[in-house]
């Protein structure tokens, strides 16, 4: 069974820094992008930061780029998301992600979602 499961979210004050960590297991991820995405109350869940198996690239959301940084363990099968300089505005659960190349979006895999909370 694949399985996502993130740690690390918390309450923080403005200008902090958190790390999310993410554990992924039940096959290999191989080719796969994984990755990291947020929802606040009352809002759609919206990307925030990717990184791809093969070339080790990353992509970032504009309203994060600068200031969260997402690292990939491919032998631990592991995505981290480094968040700095946090902002109230970035109060939301967190998920984790895992994309297959090539297959749609309906094959993605998620985690539970972490609270990350920053108070003003």
């Known amino acids: 069974q694949v399985q996502l499961i993130e740690s690390g979210g918390g309450l923080v004050q403005a200008g902090g820094s958190l790390r999310l960590s993410c554990a992924a297991s039940?096959?290999?991820?191989?080719?796969?992008?994984m990755g990291w995405f947020r929802q606040a109350p009352g809002k759609e869940r919206e990307f925030v930061a990717a990184a791809t198996w093969a070339e080790g690239n990353t992509y970032y959301a504009g309203a994060v780029k600068g200031r969260f940084t997402i690292s990939r363990d491919n032998a631990k099968n592991t995505v981290d998301l480094q968040m700095n300089s946090l902002k109230a505005e970035d109060t939301a659960v967190y998920y984790c992600n895992a994309h297959p190349a090539g297959l749609g979006y309906e094959y993605d895999v998620w985690g539970q979602g972490t609270q990350v909370t920053v108070s003003s």
């Open positions: 039940g096959r290999t991820f191989e080719s796969w992008t």
